[in-house]
């Protein structure tokens, strides 16, 4: 019987947490960052997908669901980047986190989003958002939005601590201001550069920083490169003189590879968020590399 | 001067055309051409519209199988998705399947889900494929087969386990995934060409006499009348990329031809999924389910057996492959078996859009037969299912 009632209390034990923090789940790992560093000790925080993921292609798993049956707040990029959260919220049944709740976060709210379609838009374009281009994390200034929206999330759901998350997104927004100069200054001898991204994704970032992206190995989002595709991509950079090819860490590199060797353009292999690559461990990082990569 | 009034006349006569516009219609330059059928605008309002389409093409060595070397549509199923209320949504899929001779139009699922009824518990009332076992809950065309394992068709009949009624389901705070689900069900009896009479004089046990109705052989065996069943799933993740989901499954009904056969039935089943993601796009299922069918009839009990162990492997965001072993006995009183060795390849296109051959030997207790698919099926619009 004593057995008995320790193994419920140790189960007990093992399912309540110990700090009362709001526990937030959020759709990826810059995310994670963006709460953790709005939030501090107030929150715990878990991404539900890593940085070494295609966030078009992660698929929805009972463990997830387990961790978002428990969740105070969910956060997520929108635009249907991350849809398929949408089935595990359904599945753990917890109304904090659902579509209109308090601790339902989406931090596209606020951002200027780029290419929303004007027209009906169909499966003959490839994949394309209906919302818009959802790559908004890549220009960091949209990450100042980003927390903001955090920010007013965790208010909602913690209002006594109000002016402590207000304070955090305030020396977040004043670190970033600072390293966005920083980066600015070092891609400012490449701006205007030409380049050729793997997926439609580096829009923001393009736009961000002054390049000009001239193709993409995707003929269309989400359509795999065909070899009339890939000589096409290489006429376009000998015509345009693109100067590097950008690929995801996920994303399969033989076509890539063969443009980069028939035009001479370098092919950088580049995180888009924390964890694409190990050593990229903060949402700074992420610009770090890429900045760093790019102004070579 | 004539002209003139002439011209004035013929202007004010042709209002629509040059002076006037009609009120809520507006004058503009077009600037792009207006699109065709099939790529009109969306209001915002209409629920999530889908049509998924599967074409299949079949070949066999079997010259009694009267569905072989024929290319025609196997299914079209239209959905209409979305929230009725906040935490409530409604799923309709209505599918115009091919059956024996013909297509017949039929409700797939009708189902309205209550998301939160409180913590934890969910539930959903309507048309379903129950979710017992792994693949019964899934549409054909979310399968990664063309076929579906025969201990499926066995026990379940040609469309799995549909039932009307209504599940609640559980998630039981535990530090790993645990689901408990309950369901009542109500699914029809089989139409039967055995007349009343047809009965005949067997020994029982003790070794009396008895008269019982005559069980006809058929291939359309399934659970039928009030249908109960629950279901257990458990899913461990051993690391961030390796996930073991374990399910144990009851049901408790009566044979879809009870009136003639007067067969009470049981199942029980156990089922178990292992699924590891190496890298972004790649990954392996090796997933079984088994199932066992308790018969009691008038003249003793059948005790039947079946299962299915499939190993996929998908090795980008395009292609997977697979070989599946089937085993199943059938639900009649004269046993045979079957066992099924299959292999299939899919391309990919998109979520709803694939490619996929599959070729099949199956021995039906002797007697064997080669049969191969290639299928193409299609999905138009936002198309959804419950996490599987």
Redesign the interface.
Known sequence: MKKIFLAITG?AL??VPAVAAIKVMTTTTDLKYLVERVGGDKVSVESIS?G???LH?V?????M??KL??ADMLVRIGLDQDMWA???V??????KI?Y?APGYVDTSVGIKVLQVPT??V??SMG?IHIFGNPHYWLDPDNSATMAGTIKNGLCRLDPSNAGFYAANLEKYRAELALKVKEWKEKMASVKGMKIVTYHNSWLYFAQAFGLEIVENVEPKP?I?PSPGHINSVIKTIKEKGAKYIIAET?Y?LKGPRMIAEKTGAGLLTVPSSIGGLPEVKTYFEVFDCLVGKLSQ | MKRFMILLLFTALTPCAIAQETEGFTTKIIE?AP?PQ?????PLNLPDISVIGVFNGYISDDKTDESRNKLEFDEVETAFQGYIY??M?ADVFLAIHKHYDGYEAEICEAKM?F??VL????AQAGKIHVDFGRLNKSHSHHRPMVDQPSVITNFFGDHGLVGQGLALSY?I?????AEIQGGAWTVPEHHHDVGEGNTAEILDITGSTVTVPIIVESDEFSVADKVYTGRL?T???FG?KT?M?VGLNALKGKGSHYTHHQDNVKITGVDLAL?H?P???K?WTFQNEWFHLARKVPAGNLNRDGGYSLVNYRW???WDAGVRFDYSENAMPVISYERVYSAMLTRRL?ET?HARVQYRHKNLYGEKANEGWVQMSFG?GPH????E
């Open positions: 189960l093992w399912t890593s070494d993921q295609d292609f698929e929805p798993k009972p463990s669901v387990v049956r428990r949408d089935s595990l359904a599945a753990a049944r917890n109304g659902v209109g027209k009906k169909d499966a994949d989400g795999p996920y399969p | 792009t699109p099939g790529m009109r605008g969306t906040p935490k949504k889900s998301l939160e913590p934890g518990l969910s998630l705070p535990l530090p790993f995934y799933l899913s461990f993740a961030p996930e989901m699924k993601w890298s972004a796009y990954r980008s965001k395009y998109t859009t138009i959804s299912h419950d996490l």
